[in-house]
């Protein structure tokens, strides 16, 4: 709204709006997928036919749109995991595909695996009967962390709950690039704020533009 | 008392007629009439509407003085037409009294622009547990025919139906706001396909319609009148349909803003200055929704199962909405701006004509909350409760247009058509498209 408001010529930078969006997560995200898959060569290469599976509280989180637009226009393809309860009633008009399954969504050796984080205070709204039910059906357990590809990735966005949406041995793993998102999201969000405040074409950036 | 000489009015069939309005009456209608000393209106081209009726104003007195007064609110209804307006309870305290609902028709009579029908609350303190003196209210000089929790819906079935039972001892109407509270909780915007990519949590329909479904078959049930506040909804309007071919003694209303804007304006797009996307001016109770349920409103309003446009004017004052969408009052003015809005949805779309306006406007809200002296004709003997109206003009809508406290319109910088010339409530209350003083108006002026 500010960027749009005409009241100041600054760049405006999206850190993240209730349970909108969250640009800069989506871009530190693209950003640590592509250095992992493509290695050296990731310079100007996109996402196209990665396959990204998002698991947990779609509805409330900003975080998994933001991931939906990006990874989409890069290329990529999305699913999202949760019980029906946490997903928008209107999902099926977003460009992702839908599972209620963990195990069908892991069947298919996806090559990303985003585990998001789940809130206590959705336990209180009978979102999921209880904590230990929803690790049970949603949660990437070890078990489930073995059946993945080598070369799968596993990420998060943090703070995680461990034991509740991810299991150690996930978090812990070589596939897990969770300290790297960290350590890339210092980097992106420099990168957004150098290229916001220089501009570059003389006009400030419009929040879209950077996303 | 000046005696007015309305001259070459058309009526809503069509006729064009003098009106010569004497002692609060219109003691004459006819052609080539004349009265000396009578102040003469130049009528030409003006439609002459029976007043408008209101059964869904908040005028926020007792305890809502920062966003709109009894007074101020009155205003606002002369300037868009209006006679009468039926005035919510949900003031501070609650309209759960006979002294409470006697004040507030007091000062209605104080201002003396509009005849103010208190609304009474269904439960004590809308707290939804216990009936409000209901009896008390009916009895008491006020006379309240209504009775409302609007703001809250009676969610509870078995109060539900006690008090449509209790209502109907006093041929009183229960005005239900039809809202699920348990399905709504947090509830932001219409729930769909805008809410998922807005991030805001839904509002589904079914709060609405289940809590319809449920209550015209009390209504049923009990042998009570039921209205329906503010339809939003296509799935309501089935089910409204199907409990009036059942034969079921249920009214429903819908507002202005239902019938025009859609839940997209939320996303950005309006015309300045409310373009900006997340303008809290457009965040309402029941939300905005899909063109298709603007449609279906429509439809529903020309075909008759909807009765009635009710304003549910709500003013807030510029904190509660200044500021990010799930903080911002839900609610927005519309009494200037209804018959505008009726103009542009009903008759420009060819879905009704004048006499339709008079109707859904006029008629048979009078009728539904038995607002007595209002709603009736244009005819000799009638009171004088009437608009001029000029259908011809259209201009952008702006605050100087708003003739109440609060400004939080959703309509500013939009083109609408038509313009209230003048009102009269027994005598003018506005004049030349302007709202006359206090002092030329109010209890004073009335002698
Ligand atoms: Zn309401």
Known sequence: ?211 | MTTHLIRSATLVDGARADLLVRDGVVAEVGTGLSAVGAEVIDADGLLALPGLVDLHTHLREPGGEASETVLTGSQAAAAGGFTAVNAMANSSPVADTAGVVEQVQALGELAGYVTVRPIGAVSKGLAGEQLSEIGAMATSRARVRVFSDDGICVSDPLLMRRALEYIKGFDGVLAQHAQDPRLTIGAQMNEGVLSAELGLAGWPAVAEESIIARDVLLAEHVGARLHICHLSTAGSVEVVRWAKARGIAVTAEVTPHHLLLTEQLIAGGAPAPLDGAYDARFKVNPPLRREEDVLALRAALADGTIDIVATDHAPHTAEAKQCEWAAAANGMVGLETALPVVHQTMVETGLLDWSGVARVLSSEPARIGRVEGHGHAIAAGAPAELTLYDPAARRSFDTAQLAGKSVNSPYLGRSLPGRVVATFHGRPTVLDGAVLAPELVGGAARG
């Open chain 1, 1 to 211: 709204m500010l960027a749009g408001s005409g009241w100041i010529d600054a760049g405006v930078v999206n850190a993240g709006d209730g349970t909108h969006e969250h640009p800069t997560q989506a871009l530190l995200d693209a950003f640590t997928m592509r250095r992992r898959l493509h290695g050296a060569g990731s310079r100007g290469r996109d996402l196209d036919g990665v396959r990204v599976v998002i698991v947990g509280d779609i509805v409330h989180s900003r975080v998994a749109r933001s991931n939906l637009w990006l990874l989409r226009t890069l290329g990529a393809e999305v699913t999202f995991v949760a019980p029906p309860t946490l997903l928008p009633s209107a999902v099926g008009a977003w460009p992702a595909s839908v599972r209620y399954d963990l195990d069908d969504a892991l069947a298919e050796q996806p090559d990303v695996v985003m585990m998001l984080r789940i809130q206590s205070e959705r336990m209180h709204e009978a979102f999921f009967p209880n904590p230990r039910e929803y690790s049970r059906q949603w949660g990437l357990s070890a078990e489930r962390w073995a059946t993945l590809p080598d070369g799968a990735l596993v990420m998060h966005p943090g703070p995680m709950i461990r034991g509740l949406e991810i299991s150690d041995e996930a978090a812990d793993s070589p596939q897990s690039t969770i300290l790297e998102q960290v350590a890339n999201g210092v980097a992106v969000r420099m990168a957004v704020l150098f290229l916001s405040m220089t501009g570059n074409d003389g006009a400030a950036p419009t929040e879209t533009e950077i996303v």
